[in-house]
Structures are given as C-alpha cells and as structure tokens.
C-alpha cells in the first residue's frame, strides 16, 4: 500500500505554507542593559563645549611615570622625574643627570626593600611587580598603609632626609625596580659648583609651599575662630585655575542603507526602516557607553586622578579592596562599574568569608550592594587578557563613582534639540537616494562625559576574575 493512501489529512509541513507565520523583530546579541546611560546625570551642553572651572592647585600631585622595559633594562624619560612632587622645581641640568644614574634591580618575592627604624636612603620606582608598605601600629603589629603597582614611586625623601626610615617597604610580587641611591645623588650634587645649592633652592621652595596648601594640593583659606577678643581677622581670598579643563562633544556616526524596494514591497509587520534604524541606534548606544568607559580624550578610566586609584591586595576582589575604593570615593559615593565576571569573583570572596552581599532591584532587574552602593555590571570594563572556551581569564577593574552637578561628581555631557533628532542628542537625516534607488541615512549622537573634581571617581585595578576557591579542602580542614 502507497503512502498516499495512508494519509488522511493535509500534513502540518504543507498547511504551514497557508498560515501567517507569528514573528518577532530582529533580535540581537550584542544588546546590554548600558546602564551606566541611565545612571549618569545628563547635562546640556550648548555650544558644544563644557569647560570645568576648579580652584587653582598649588602643589603639583603626584603622577605614574612610565616605564620602557623593553631591550633588558628600564628606561624612562627624564623629565618624567617630574612627576615627583618634590622634583617638580628641579633645573632641567639636574634632572637630566638624576635619570643618566638609575640603576635597573630584579627584586624577587618576599624581600625587604626597606626596613623600619634603618637607613637605606634609596629612591624607587617600580616598573613591574607589588609592593606593601608597612608601618608598626601603636599596638606594635605591623600594618600595611599602603599597597604600590607599576609605575609608582617610593623614598624620594629619605633622599633627603637623615632620619631612618618610619616604613618597612616589602614585595609582594617579583619586582623590577628602577632605583636611585643617596649615595649617586650626592656624587651628581658635586659635579658642578651650583648644582647642590640649586638643587636644595627647589628642594626649600616645594617644602615651603607644602606647607601653605591642603591635602588637595589647594592653598589655605585663612581663618580664625575662637572666643579670643582683639584679634586681628586674616584676608583671604580663593584662586581660579588659570587653564581649566574644556570637554568638546564626541560624535559617533554611521549612514543607514536600505533599498526602497525593501521598504515599499516588505514594510509589514514590521517597518523595514524602522527596524534598521533601531538596531543601528543600539549599535550606536553600545559604542557610546564604550567610549564613556575606554576614549583615551574622556573615558572615565583614563579620567582617574593617579591618587584616586588602588591595586587589589591578592588579586581577586575581596571586601577590604571595596571598602578601601569606598574609603577614596567616600562623599556620596553613588555606585559600583564593574564587569559581570569581576562581579562574580566578589561574590565568590564574600562566599568564602561568609559574608553574602544583600540585593535590591535596580530597573526591574536584582543586583547586589555592597555597604548600601550597588554593583551595576558592564561589559564595557574590559578583561585584560585571554579568551579561551568561553571564558575570560585576566585583570579587569572597578569604578566607584559619585555623580552629579550639585555634588561635584561625575556627569554626562550632551545637547538636544538638534537638527533631525530621534532622541537626546541622536539625530537621523535622509541624505538622498542614489542611481540604484537606495536612500541614505546619516545616524549621528553627540556626547562626552566629565568629572568635576578629582575625589569624584576611584578605581581598582589589578581585579583578577578567574580565581575560585577548594570549598573541599577548607571543609576537610575545619574537620
């Protein structure tokens, strides 16, 4: 007997081609939350430009000074030494000679680079590697006050100072350290007649004016308070940086094709132009928050002050390293930027002590706090590393931010109300059909960002996000 004889109704695979096919609008990966686009107050910017008036900085701060490793020994520009705030008035004779006598040293893990209580007057910046810095505690226990990464310095004072030193100064990496001791500084000093006296004239006037700022760098505002009667009130008054920091809006652009007979011939259900519109601006949305996070002109990472970041103590992101960044960004701190994987090696480290953060709901989605500030994951805060079967492995970091104009903290820069506009500050315009009947259109969104005041942002660098713990282990030694 034939199969067509056995079949007693029309198949399912043919009465499909008579039926509307229920469908979706297309769908696509690379679409994130992006909710930093929505946590960052957005200010008009007319003109295109938004320039940042401060308080005139006195005091120069201290910068990371870069160094080559490449061709086996350390190198670095002289006048980078400058980056030293106590070197920041030196002649250009003397820093020049300073540079020419750095030695390059591989230090392993473990050793004492300094020691509390002696003298090893040496200068040193460090080129790869960790370092702790310790310190005995009233209570006598040496506790770490500080923890260096790659392109810090330490001991540029004991330079020039006779005491010992009130640190102990220890690696907790293998190092290469490019260093400067007492003993070549002072042979430099002697080379010339006017050398030393130079050298203690610029040495004089940075501790002078040390002296007359606030940790900010920024000079005293005079005061007096009290109940004392016939005293003579100070005159004061607050300086403006003469060179304050302009922020010009970025674009980002594409042209949008689409045939018209696409769009004349197969607009239903869904409009062709639209829906080539709205994944073209999700594409722009994802590179906006992108360039945010990572532009070398705006990005935020880039846009952290040197004394507003810090280096995880062991590498994954443990409590301490968070309450360290909340203890930098401690004015109103308003959230957490961190990638999803760097959110996951925090939770794992709260699992390990016991310690599992709470969550809230944040746009109808739960997310996790840390001491009140919530976690917002980003995919943007790139892992440095490797990608191997589906899973980054690497260092990646974490922001902490405070927002806002009133606050001084970080804000979003755009103008509305341009020509063409779709959305805030993203305008679409036909730029006409060519000879094939294809129309063009031009897709463009300005914005940038800026951060009002350096204490308004922190970062933690060095996040390791591959590390996990032997739960087994640790039970079979709590047994």
């Not at 002696?118 to 080129?127: N, P, T, W, Y």
């Not at 000093?189 to 501790?207: C, G, M, N, R, V």
Request: with cysteine.
């Amino acid at each position: 007997m034939s199969d067509s004889l056995l079949q007693r109704s029309v198949t399912t695979a043919v009465a499909r081609n008579l039926a509307n096919t229920t469908k979706t609008s297309p769908k696509m990966m690379s679409i994130t939350p992006r909710w930093l686009l929505s946590l960052l107050p957005w200010v008009q910017v007319d003109g295109g430009t938004y320039r940042v008036n401060r308080t005139k900085v006195e005091l120069s701060k201290a910068e990371r000074i870069s160094i080559d490793l490449t061709g086996g020994s350390a190198a670095f520009p002289p006048e980078s030494l400058r980056s030293v705030p106590l070197f920041s008035k030196l002649p250009d004779a003397i820093v020049q000679r300073m540079a020419s006598r750095f030695k390059t040293e591989e230090v392993s893990l473990g050793n004492n680079l300094l020691v509390e209580g002696e003298d090893r007057s040496k200068f040193f910046i460090i080129a790869q590697g960790q370092i702790e810095v310790l310190s005995k505690g009233v209570h006598g226990s040496d506790l770490r006050i500080a923890l260096l990464t790659e392109g810090e310095f330490f001991g540029e004072t004991d330079l020039i100072s006779a005491k010992p030193s009130d640190v102990t100064i220890r690696t907790i990496k293998p190092c290469i350290l490019v260093t400067l001791s007492r003993k070549d500084l002072d042979l430099i000093l002697k080379e010339l007649p006017t050398i030393a006296s130079e050298f203690q004239k610029a040495i004089d006037e940075h501790l002078e004016l040390r002296s007359t700022v606030n940790r900010y760098g920024e000079r005293n505002i005079d005061l007096v308070s009290g109940f004392a009667e016939n005293v003579e009130i100070p005159e004061t008054f607050v300086d403006y940086s003469a060179t304050p920091r302009e922020y010009s809006l970025s674009a980002v652009q594409t042209v949008v094709r689409v045939h018209t007979r696409v769009s004349d011939l197969y607009n239903g259900p869904y409009n062709q132009l639209e829906e080539q519109m709205r994944l073209t601006v999700e594409g722009i949305k994802e590179r906006q928050e992108w360039e945010l996070i990572n532009s070398n002109r705006f990005g935020l990472l880039h846009s952290v002050d040197p004394a507003m970041r810090i280096s995880t103590r062991y590498g994954a992101p443990t409590p301490d390293d968070l309450d360290e960044l909340l203890a930098l960004v401690w004015k109103k701190p308003a959230f957490f930027l961190a990638h999803p994987k760097a959110i996951a090696a925090f939770e794992r480290e709260c699992t390990w002590r016991g310690v599992p953060p709470v969550t809230t709901t944040l746009f109808g989605t739960p997310v996790i706090l840390w001491r009140g500030v919530p976690l917002i994951p980003c995919d943007k805060l790139e892992i440095k590393s490797r990608y191997h079967s589906n899973q980054w492995l690497g260092t990646t970091n974490i922001l902490l931010f405070r927002v806002g104009e009133a606050d001084q903290g970080v804000v979003g820069l755009h103008q509305t109300g341009i020509p063409g506009e779709i959305m805030p500050s993203l305008s679409a315009r036909l730029m006409g059909l060519d000879s094939l009947g294809v129309a063009s259109y031009l897709l463009t969104l300005y914005f940038s960002a800026a951060v009002l005041t350096d204490d308004a942002l922190g970062v933690l660098e060095n996040v390791e996000v591959g590390y996990y713990h032997d739960y087994e282990n640790r039970r079979a030694k709590l047994k």
